[in-house]
């Protein structure tokens, strides 16, 4: 099955899993504990040691990524980042996707006065920009982790319910939805058994950037001191935790930008050849 | 009455509903949200009894919707009332940083718009060859870094290691424009950089959309020479759309300008609502909160109403 799979999205693939199973064992293969003060502040990198950034004579750095502005080591605390980033990106995509589609199916299957209030109120949530709305809600309640989750996911179904309902709308007028319902199938076998399965492609490929757009989202918060809160390490709370180094020189705050620019490239890849796979089987539908 | 100036006049009154709308979400998410101004003054620790007197001194004890009305009618009269945390009118800030805010975002829009659609035109005629694919490229890179970490790489390289432009964007009204605009150089760089990105997709999407249709093949078959296909045939049809792009880009500007502002230090509007957020205070967060969100609304009417005017099939109806 591999065989077909194109250069890219191979790349993609193995850059995507890295991240994932990274995140997953962050506890095994993080040489230091996560808030765990190794260091002197701002030690330098032996990565920029072994490329030769440094001048002649400069003893070996401990650190591979150096360490951060109160001496933890960089490399623990970006594993232990991407790990807090991926899980509250990963499980607000997935809880935006069963809210949007599922309300959007119900919308595209029942249409009438549901429809139409659903429909009216997401345009009026998109009016409004996700990161205004985002603002004004935080103002109110606590960040944490599980309430930052729902924010987000919440926020962001509604694009996923107009994408869901503009695809589901297409198909419910199908021959074997018809048929389906003719046989007197109850609501939910008509969601889930017509309609879901031959919605899936165009979901899952969309699933990708939604879930890029949830890292970005959940490290512009950290970085506004809105999103997780520390001890606990973030990519964006890193580039806050740092950002005071770069005036001195010290890149600390830029190694997140690293790990976020290839993991969405690499998940971009992924999702470009699944979209292309599936429109093409389905002669460019979808 | 015109078909065109019909279609206007709908398109108005459904965005000013959509702006009330709007406004009343923003009000009642802080309404149905635990935790008030009167909680946030007195903490955690008050007593029932204290937070009762206070919400009556603050006139938090009347219904909802008195206050709704009376918060909008105060934000289009523009007294908007007194900040939280230092007592301070909320108008007299807002009106400081709002020309601040208009000011960086006014020049990024300058730089941008221009740049964005020479730069979709060069991707459409260089379609699928090397200038194409550099430009996706380059547009695909940006598109995946959030603002901030952009400007900490343009910082770290053009201010820290090259000195060429401040890290910190910090204007007032004793500085000469040009020591204004090389102050807010990064900044202006990073949103520039950022709205770029996606105007240059959508214009080379929206060109490429337009010189695929038939009519575009009619033209050049029958003889037409190049200019005169784009002038006479393409060009009146990809105005709309660009329009469109243009505008749904101004509004996401207004969005790059809130995390842009932080990162510069820079006092605009941007700054002034997450600060609001981070210390709770409520009233302020609701008028930052409100006046992006109209901003955001108004450029997306304008759009509307631009596409509208711009289409030749409306224009001309049977």
Excluded at chain 1, 216 to 223: A, E, H
Excluded at chain 1, 230 to 249: R, S, T, Y
Aim: a neutral charge; aromatic letters at 10%.
């Amino acid at each position: 099955m591999l065989k077909n799979v194109p250069l890219s999205a191979v790349i993609g693939l193995f850059i995507t899993a890295s991240y994932f199973l990274a995140a997953i064992f962050a506890s095994v293969i993080s040489p230091y504990g996560m808030a765990e003060t190794v260091g002197d502040v701002w030690e330098p990198s032996r990565i920029g040691y072994m490329l030769g950034l440094m001048p002649e004579g400069t003893p070996r750095p401990e650190y591979w990524l150096g360490t951060d502005q109160i001496g933890r080591d960089l490399l623990t605390r970006m594993i232990y980042g991407g790990q807090t980033t991926i899980f509250i990106a990963t499980a607000a995509t997935i809880l935006s996707f069963v809210t949007g589609s599922v309300l959007g199916f119900l919308a595209a299957v029942t249409g009438g006065w549901f429809d139409q209030l659903m429909s009216r109120f997401v345009d009026l949530m998109m009016a409004i920009p996700s990161l205004i709305l985002a603002l004004v809600i935080l103002s109110s309640i606590e960040a944490t982790v599980l309430t930052l989750i729902v924010l987000m996911g919440l926020l962001d179904s509604t694009r996923v319910y107009r994408l869901a309902r503009a695809v589901a709308v297409d198909i419910s007028v199908m021959d074997y939805v018809e048929a389906a319902r003719l046989r007197g199938e109850k609501l939910a076998w008509i969601i889930f058994r017509e309609i879901l399965p031959n919605a899936l492609s165009p979901l899952v490929a969309e699933m990708g950037l939604r879930f890029i757009f949830m890292v970005l989202f959940i490290s512009t918060l950290s970085f506004l001191g809105i999103g997780v809160q520390p001890p606990l390490a973030d990519w964006g709370g890193i580039v806050k935790e740092n950002k005071d180094g770069i005036n001195f020189g010290i890149g600390a705050a830029l190694y997140p930008a690293l790990a976020i620019a290839t993991l969405a490239i690499s998940v971009n890849l992924v999702a470009d050849w699944v979209l292309n796979r599936t429109t093409s089987l389905k002669g460019g539908r979808g | 009455m015109h078909p065109v100036l019909t279609l206007v006049v709908q398109r108005l009154a459904l965005g000013i509903l959509l702006l009330l709308a709007a406004s009343a979400l923003i009000f009642g998410l802080t309404e149905i949200l635990p935790g008030d101004a009167a909680q946030a003054i007195l903490g955690q620790a008050a007593t029932a009894e204290n937070l009762a007197n206070l919400r009556e001194e603050m006139g938090l004890d009347r219904p909802a919707l008195t206050r709704y009305f009376e918060w909008l009618g105060g934000i289009v009269t523009g007294d908007m009332g007194n900040a939280l945390t230092n007592k301070l009118p909320i108008a007299d800030q807002i009106a400081f940083r709002m020309s601040n805010t208009l000011f960086l975002a006014f020049w990024a829009a300058l730089i941008s718009v221009p740049l964005a659609i020479l730069l979709g035109l060069i991707a459409v005629r260089y379609q699928n060859r090397w200038p194409d694919k550099l430009i996706s490229g380059v547009t695909l890179a940006s598109i995946s870094l959030p603002e901030f970490m952009i400007a900490y790489i343009l910082i770290f390289f053009f201010a820290v290691q090259l000195f060429w432009a401040p890290s910190f964007a910090s204007i007032n009204d004793g500085m000469t424009l040009l020591e204004q605009l090389h102050a807010i150089s990064l900044p202006v760089a990073v949103l520039t950089l950022v709205v770029l990105a996606h105007m240059m997709r959508m214009t080379r999407a929206a060109i490429l959309n337009v010189m695929q249709s038939a009519y575009i093949e009619t033209a050049e078959l029958k003889g037409l020479t190049t200019f005169n296909v784009i002038y006479r045939h393409a060009f009146p049809n990809a105005i709309a759309p660009i329009v469109t792009v243009v505008m749904i880009n101004l509004a996401y500007l207004v969005v790059g300008v809130v995390v842009v502002e932080v990162v510069f230090a820079y006092p605009g509007m941007g700054q002034y609502l997450v600060d609001a957020v981070v210390k709770r205070d409520v009233p302020v967060v609701l008028t930052c909160g409100v006046i992006f969100a109209a901003v955001y609304i108004v450029l997306n009417i304008i759009a509307d109403v631009v596409s509208i005017l711009a289409n030749p099939r409306l224009r001309h109806p049977k």
